[in-house]
């Protein structure tokens, strides 16, 4: 599976701006051949507060129907985050929409960031995130929820690859780092983290620190990058066969620390 990671630096809050340079990377995307491609968190906004003035309808939104539109033209699968209206908060969203421009998935984060007072704007979701990319079982999460580990086994348990998309700060890009090679190590699954570069709104910095681990917790690197865009290659086989060659999960004692 061909994927395009995009480390893009979207203008705060300007969604047509930011929908301009979704495009750029898309149609880089498609030169390549790439089968998949993944945006930032809240791709088109930046990791606002300003639900009242970021968050769509789910009914009627536009950055839905416009990354619905770029998959179907485009035929490639189409991984984004955005704000969606809920009941009394708003919810941190990651959607995938498929070739067809079928949406495969809307996945709420589970785990708002309370340390930046994200809980108090947005609920946390409660199923987690699972979808087929081109027949590929896929686990799918959101920045914070990077470090609960429980999710990543969870997902892992049919999941040959997981991605993260995130609005990860330069303050803290060791432990984005350490912890997406973690989560591939003791997941045995290709980790795939997509983060935001240069600085938001509040004046908060980021650096250009999208990466691939393999299932042995090796980094991958991109076989091309071009722009924003850097592009690799996974293949789940190889999960198949670590899985098999050094069999991590089959001594998990579930059981054991459920009670704990």
């Not at 709104?201 to 691939?212: K, L, R, T, W």
């Not at 690197?221 to 999960?239: K, L, N, R, T």
């Not at 004692?253 to 009670?259: A, I, K, P, S, W």
Request: glycine fraction near 8%; include cysteine.
């Amino acid at each position: 599976m061909k994927l395009a990671l995009v480390s893009m630096n979207p203008k705060w809050e300007d969604k047509a701006h930011n929908q301009a340079l979704c495009r750029k990377s898309l149609e880089l995307a498609g030169r390549q051949g790439a089968d998949a491609i993944v945006f930032p968190e809240m791709t088109l906004t930046g990791f606002s507060m300003n639900t009242q003035g970021v968050a769509e309808d789910p009914d009627d939104s536009e950055t839905l129907r416009f990354f619905q539109n770029e998959a179907e033209k485009g035929k490639i699968n189409i991984v984004f985050g955005m704000v969606l209206r809920g009941g009394q908060k708003a919810t941190n969203n990651l959607i995938v929409f498929s070739r067809d421009g079928a949406m495969a998935l809307n996945y709420a984060k589970i785990h708002p960031f309370s340390f930046s007072n994200e809980d108090e704007f947005y609920a946390g979701g409660d199923q987690p995130g699972v979808a087929d990319l081109d027949g590929v079982a896929c686990g799918f999460a959101v920045c914070y929820d990077l470090r609960f580990p429980e999710l990543y086994q969870a997902l892992s348990k049919t999941c040959a690859a997981i991605f993260t998309i995130a609005n990860w700060p330069a303050a803290r890009a060791d432990h984005w780092e350490a912890l997406l090679k973690a989560r591939a190590i003791e997941n045995q699954a290709h980790i795939i983290g997509v983060n935001r570069k240069g600085r938001d709104g509040n004046a908060i910095e980021y650096v250009d620190s999208s990466f691939v681990f393999g299932p042995d917790g090796e980094k991958v690197a991109p076989e091309h990058s071009e722009g924003d865009v850097d592009f690799y290659e996974i293949d789940p086989e190889v999960v198949v066969a670590l899985r098999e060659s050094f069999p991590v999960k089959r001594d998990r004692r579930e059981d054991l620390y459920r009670n704990f």
